[in-house]
């Protein structure tokens, strides 16, 4: 439905036919309807916009329609909701009864809650209307009496004229409109005064042209008015495989626009829709702080074979070649929260690597039908980084047993993974590991657990290391906690997870923030808050409790009795 027919809708509230253009004057109705009629809703809204500065406050005639079309609309509140699209808040009555309004009414409006119980003759504000109109039914009221100053536009003074094109401002720099002595409609042409005048086809074509002219200006001439420095072409430079450029890019801009450019010229992006390309750097690189051993509590054994089978390959290619050729993925696997996305990270500041991160279940889900280009581009943008990691989390959700039930769509993702992961480091120089992740490693489907050779299990903590963890994590906090009490805490939470320990030093770290009384907590200087102590973690340990059951953690055990690389 076009506009104009939208706004050629009649209600009917409690059977009195209501259309929404008897709240117009005719002019503005005339002006409104032509230009709905020849541009576009962007034109139709300013040219409205201007039209209602001219045309306010409503003059006499439609003043009569406007107050009764409100009280009937407001008798029925439920109807009073339906304004819906931009055009119908433009014309909300309610908005235009209230800019008709003198500003002393509003206490009125106020006092009868709003539009609903507002009536003129209880109104006792101090509304020029003539005493003699004021108990009068609304119907009656002669309006050459009320107050011409807000009703009336001819009586407009001098100083009202000024106040009012002060308020009338021009959008998108269209010319400054001059106003003559009457209030004229925005267009410069004289606009003609009746629906019937512009029947005559010519005079019809003339108006929708000035309309047009005036209030309309195309993308690229908005731009180079408001900024003449610009770029004057939108995109043009764009090359098949380029990202979008932007005209109002600055030099420094411009540069690092080249660089990514040069990137995404790579051969191997060749196929590689540039719309992955971006998500991918955008969304997949970890661009977050590196990562070092030490940040990692406990996992000797593992940090160690990780040390030995991936990083120094990665470092020392020429060294690691033949038989010393390193696993092109490994497989971490144990309970959640216990540093397995930790050690992903660390490989890749380790080796200088591009760290990309992508959750199996996030290709399955969010880019499902996408999921195989999404994994194509991500190995292809990942060849075009090396050395890079790419840690794919949850991996026993892409790479789970094959099953008559399973969804076409995914079956393609894991044809796709496993072909990208064949075809992943075959070059001599390629340095590319996948890290896959899982909780659930006796779901994975034994192609997967072929190809990812080192498979190692990352347990719970061990006390020394929840110590560690502690001593870590409180070393950017106030706190008194001696080393011999953190090493209790330590003890104190055997059975949690890394990410376990984390929560109960940040619940413990809530203590000395829960002990300032309220009324001080606005105003209260950091310093004055007191350090973390140990009953703070007493008080931790009675409500963060561990994660993991017992019962899992013997799945875990047995599977890596069985598949796990023993160390
Ligand atoms: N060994 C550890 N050393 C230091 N911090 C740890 C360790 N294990 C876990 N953490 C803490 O727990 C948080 C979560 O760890 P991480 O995300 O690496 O676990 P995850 O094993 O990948 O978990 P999930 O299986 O749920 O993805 C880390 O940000 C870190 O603060």
Known sequence: MNEIEELDVTFNVNNIPINPHSLFNNQALCQYKITTQSSSNITSLLTLDAVWNVNEPVDNKNFDLLLNSLNAINHNSNNSKTWTSSLWDQIDPVALFKKSLPESAECCLVKYKGLDGFVLDKCSCTLEIHESNKHRPIENIDRQQTSTKYLNPESYDNQSKLAEEQRFKPKFNRPKLTRTTTLQPVINSTPPNTETDLESDEELKQHKHNVAKITFKTAKEQLLASNPGAKRTLGASRKAQGKFVSPMLGVQDKQE?????????????KHIDPKMIELIESEIIDKG????????????????VIQEAVVWPLLRPDIFTGLRRPPKGILLFGPPGTGKTLIGKCVAAQCNATFFSISASSLTSKWLGD?????????????????????????????????DT???ATRRIKTEFLVQFDGAATEEEDRLLIVGATNRPQELDEAARRRLVKRLYIPLPDADARKQIITNLLRNEKHEVSDSEAEEVGRLCAGYSGADVRALCAEAAMGPVRCVPLHRMAAIATDQVRPVNMQDFRNALQRVRPSVSQNDLGQYVKWNETYGQGF
């Open 289 to 304: 702080t590196p990562i070092g051993w030490d940040d990692i509590a406990g996992l000797q054994m593992a940090k160690s």
């Open 406 to 408: 399973e969804h076409e």
């Open 371 to 403: 999921g195989e280009k999404m994994v194509r581009a991500l190995f292809a943008v990942a060849r075009c980084h090396q050395p890079a990691v790419i840690f794919i989390d949850e991996i026993d959700s892409l790479l789970t047993q094959r099953s």
């Open 257 to 269: 626009q080249q660089v990514t450019e040069t990137e995404l010229t790579d051969e191997r992006l």
